[in-house]
């Protein structure tokens, strides 16, 4: 009896064993692995930590931020970009185009207006865009060609060139006042199918060469004569 008591403790005793085996083996691993862990953590010792491209520490205790990002005219004190030869743009209702840029001089050329349904047209010596004043100098082709209200075109610039169909198909434009005595150019038809009442006033010493220039130019004018009253 004594020895099979014996033998049921010894056998217990074993099972315990077994049972305890894998928790300890588990205990080791865990254990060996945070020692290699350690091992390959290494110090800083003023070299440069890098994560990724948000933070760099170029030295203890100094971090730098990436650029901050700039979205267009967020700039402050951001200039206008320059003025180019073919620019276009609209000033006081007249549509413009820069033809040519010169010893530091803009000059422009109308080529029409915003408002189709203009009857007057005022055309002054200067405009200003990009906050540049610039000259007007001639008045392009189909600028006020059928704008079916048109009767009446200023020019107060200095224009010296008045390119083809410039008024083609305006049939109510009866009058043009010329203020300039620089004008030496008049392409074909700026005059074809406008009204037969057309009236064109210039300059009083222009008069004879103004006769001649404006001369066969798609229809015939009822009066070229010099300008009387100021406009």
């Known amino acids: ?34 020692t290699q862990e350690t091992e390959n953590v290494q110090p800083v010792t003023g070299g440069s930590i890098t994560s990724g491209s948000a933070v760099d520490m170029t030295s203890p205790g100094s971090i ?28 006081r209702g ?5 033809t040519e840029i010169k010893d530091g001089k803009v000059y422009v050329e109308v080529t029409g207006v915003i408002n189709d349904r203009a009857t007057t047209v005022y055309i002054p010596k200067k405009t200003e865009y990009n906050e540049t004043e610039m000259i007007v100098s001639s008045i392009g082709e189909d600028s006020f060609s059928y704008l079916e209200r048109l009767r009446k075109v200023v ?11 410039a008024f083609k198909g305006a049939e109510k ?6 203020k300039t005595s620089a004008l030496n150019k008049v392409e074909k038809n700026i005059f074809k199918d406008v009204s037969s009442k057309l009236v064109v006033e210039v300059p ?13 130019k798609g229809a015939k004018i009822k009066e070229i004569r010099a300008i009387k009253n100021r406009l």
Request: negative net charge; glycine residues 4%.
């Open 1 to 34: 009896m004594r020895l099979r008591k014996i033998q049921i403790i010894f056998l217990v005793a074993i099972a315990i064993t077994f049972a305890l085996t894998p928790v300890r083996e588990a205990e080791a691993e865990d254990i060996s692995t945070a």
């Open 94 to 98: 007249i549509s413009y185009m820069v």
């Open 204 to 216: 009083k010493k222009k008069l004879t060469s103004y006769k001649k220039l404006f001369n066969n």
């Open 155 to 165: 020019v107060a610039a200095d224009i010296t060139h008045i390119a083809k169909d």
């Open 64 to 91: 730098t931020t990436g650029p901050a990002v700039t979205t267009p005219g967020s700039i402050e004190g951001e200039k206008e970009p320059p003025i180019e030869v073919l620019d276009e743009f609209d000033a």
């Open 173 to 178: 434009f009866s009058r043009l006042v010329i």
